[in-house]
Structures are given as C-alpha cells and as structure tokens.
C-alpha cells in the first residue's frame, strides 16, 4: 500500500476510538448508550452527499446508506469529520456491508466497527442513531454463541435504523431480512425503528403493530420528488 494511506489494519481497527467504552457480550462489542430523548429525523442525507444538504438546511441526520468505498475514510479518519458531522442534527452509525456468504469473521468485524464510530461520535458530543445490520442466522441468533452478535451494543427500547435500500433483492436476502428483523424487534423491543428505503409489505406487515416505524426515501428518490 502507498505511503500516506490508511487503512484499518494500520491501527488494529481502530482501538484508540473505544478506550473509555464498555463492551457487552462474548465478542466485546462496543456499547453505545441510548439517548437521554428520542428524537426523530427530518430527513436523512448519506456521507457521501452531505454537503448538498444545504438546500435542506441542517435539520438532516448523515447516514451511510451507500457504497463503503464511499464513507471509508469515516472509518479509517473518524476524527476528522467530528467538527463537520456536528453542523448536523445527528448521525446513524455505518451501515458496513454484510454479505451473506461472507466469513463469520468479517461480519462480527463490521458489527464492531459499527459500533466503535458510533461509539466516538457519541463521546463527543453527537446524537447518535444505531444502526443495526445482520449478516446470516449466525448474527441475528444465538444457536452458534449463545449471544446475537447483531444486536450486541445497543439498549432496549430506544431508537434504532435499519437500511432495506439495495438489501431486499432477491428470495433468500428478503428471508434474511425478514428473519433478522423479527429478531432485532424481539431482542431490542424498539420504540422506534426508522427505515431508509422500501418497506414491502411481504417483509413489515408482521411488525406495523409491534413498534413504531417512520420511513425516509432513498437519496435519489429524494432528490427527484424534493422530499
């Protein structure tokens, strides 16, 4: 790799940012506290376009509902971007990429690294929205490790966000998902779940009345209609 380049293995993932956290289950996760009050986004702009958020004024939260190659420097430079992140009204944590046929390995990997960024922001001073993603039965279970991996981090009965854009596609990712959401519902028992992209019926009609649901347009969606 060319000098002058990070990358996360330069700084063992990112240790430095979860010195003061406590860690919650077998895989030492990073904790996240809940908000003191829930606060409900007007409207979510990714990393990668926040500055266009101008036009909308500041009362967007970033999200990292994109490509990774897009938002990598927030995970290799997260200090960096604390100062332009807090012109915002709050951030929701990475949504690291899980592939479904990805090693155990690299998804319990993601999972931190999730939480660790979100971690950091909260210590200084950001309101900090989890967001949660699963990989296989493996994360959002606890047949393998007596622990669901998924939604280690994160307190019950707060505020959560989950990304459908780009991840309900075919059969099986729309079991997956469907799978790991009844799960998260069960295991957090959100107040509130905010869900950046479709919400098909086949996949939420089981949980509109277990929880409260607000749904945001993808960025492109939003741009074309000006939501």
Known sequence: MARGIKNLVDEGFRISLVETAFFNGKHEIPHIDAPCEIVIPSGLVPFSKREKSFNLGFEDFVCFYENDIEFRSILTDTEKYVNDLKRFKGVITPDVSFYIDAPLAVQIANIYLNR????????????????????????????????KIAFLGVDKHS?????????IQS???KNYFKEGLSAM????????????GPMPKSIFEDFIETTRFVQYPDWIKRMKNKI
Not at 122 to 129: D, L
Not at 186 to 192: G, H, I, R
């Open 116 to 147: 660790a960024i979100g971690y950091y922001l909260k210590q200084n001073g950001i309101y900090v929205i989890p967001n949660i993603r699963w990989g296989d039965e493996r994360t959002y279970t606890d047949k393998l490790f007596g622990e």
């Open 159 to 167: 505020i959560v966000s989950i990304g459908t854009y780009g991840q």
């Open 171 to 173: 059969k099986e990712s």
């Open 185 to 196: 519902i069960k295991e957090l028992e959100p107040k509130v779940v905010l869900v950046y």
